[in-house]
C-alpha cells in the first residue's frame, strides 16, 4: 500500500480475518509492522487469509463468551483490535425467522461485544491500545430486506461510543463500509436472484452505486487504509467515531 504507518512493536488481532475486508484489514497491517493474529470460525479459511502474513491463526466461535475469553488469554498482550466479523442475509422484514434473527445478532452484535469486552479490560489495564468496529452504511439508514443485518450494524456505532468513553484513554472507532465487490456483496447479489428473481443482484448492485457520487465500488485496500490510519498514531486524538467509506453514498 505504500503507506507510512509504522506498527512494528504491537501486537493485533483481526476477527473476520477469512473475509475480504478482515483479511484486507490483515494485509494492511502486516505490511505496517503489525505482529498478527487473525481469527475466524472457519480454520482453513482464516489460515489462507494468513499465509505469506507471518501471523498467527486461530479458530473461535466469538459469540461464545468462553472463547472469546479464552482466545484473549492465549494471546497475551494486544496493541489493536480490528472487529471484521459479521455476515449478512437478504430476508424481507416480515419473513425474517427468530433462528436468523438470532444468529445475525450473536455474529454481529453480541460476538463484537464479547471480544471487545475482553480486550478493552487488557488495554484498559495497561492505559493504551485501539479498537476499531467494522459497521456498516446500513447503520445510517433502514434496510428493509434485512432488517436484522440493519439493526446490529446501528448497534455497534452506540458500542463503539459507549466503549470509547468506557476504556480512555484506548481509542475507540467505528468504519462504515458502503460496496465493496467481497464475497459477502457476492452472497447479497446471489441472495436477491433468489429471492426476487434473475437479474436482481446487479440491479441492485447498479442502484446503490449509482447513488454514490464516486460512482464505483470501493476496493478492499480503500478500506483497510482507514482502518490502518485509525488504529495509529496518526489518529492519537481520534475516538468515538464512526467514518463511511462509502464513495459518499451516505453523508451523515
Not at 68 to 80: K, N, Q, S, Y
Not at 100 to 105: C, G
Not at 174 to 203: H, K, N, S, Y
Request: proline share 4%; aromatic share 4%.
Amino acid at each position: 500500500m505504500g503507506v507510512a504507518i509504522d506498527l512494528a512493536g504491537r501486537t493485533a488481532l483481526v476477527t473476520g480475518a477469512a473475509g475480504g475486508l478482515g483479511s484486507a484489514c490483515a494485509r494492511a497491517l502486516a505490511e505496517a509492522g503489525a505482529d498478527l493474529v487473525l481469527t475466524d470460525l472457519d480454520e482453513g479459511r482464516v489460515a489462507a487469509s494468513a499465509a505469506g502474513l507471518g501471523a498467527r491463526v486461530r479458530a473461535a466461535d466469538l459469540a461464545d463468551l468462553d472463547q472469546a475469553r479464552a482466545l484473549v488469554e492465549g494471546i497475551g498482550e494486544l496493541d489493536i483490535l480490528v472487529n471484521c466479523a459479521g455476515i449478512m442475509r437478504t430476508t424481507p422484514f416480515l419473513e425474517v425467522s427468530p433462528q436468523e434473527w438470532r444468529r445475525i445478532v450473536d455474529v454481529n452484535l453480541n460476538a463484537t461485544f464479547w471480544i471487545t469486552q475482553a480486550v478493552g479490560r487488557r488495554m484498559v489495564e495497561r492505559g493504551r491500545g485501539s479498537i476499531v468496529t467494522l459497521a456498516s452504511v446500513a447503520a445510517r439508514s433502514g434496510r428493509p430486506n434485512a432488517p436484522h443485518y440493519s439493526a446490529t450494524k446501528t448497534a455497534l456505532l452506540s458500542l463503539t461510543k459507549s466503549a470509547a468513553e468506557a476504556f480512555a484513554p484506548v481509542r475507540v472507532n467505528a468504519v462504515c463500509p458502503g460496496v465493496f465487490l467481497t464475497p459477502m456483496w457476492e452472497e447479497i447479489i446471489a441472495d436477491r436472484d433468489r429471492r426476487f428473481g434473475d437479474g436482481a443482484g446487479q440491479g441492485y448492485l447498479k442502484e446503490v452505486g449509482d447513488r454514490a457520487p464516486l460512482r464505483r465500488p470501493g476496493r478492499a485496500e480503500e478500506l483497510a487504509s482507514v482502518v490502518l490510519f485509525l488504529v495509529s498514531d496518526l489518529a492519537s486524538y481520534v475516538t468515538g467515531q464512526a467514518l463511511n467509506v462509502d464513495g459518499g453514498l451516505e453523508m451523515d
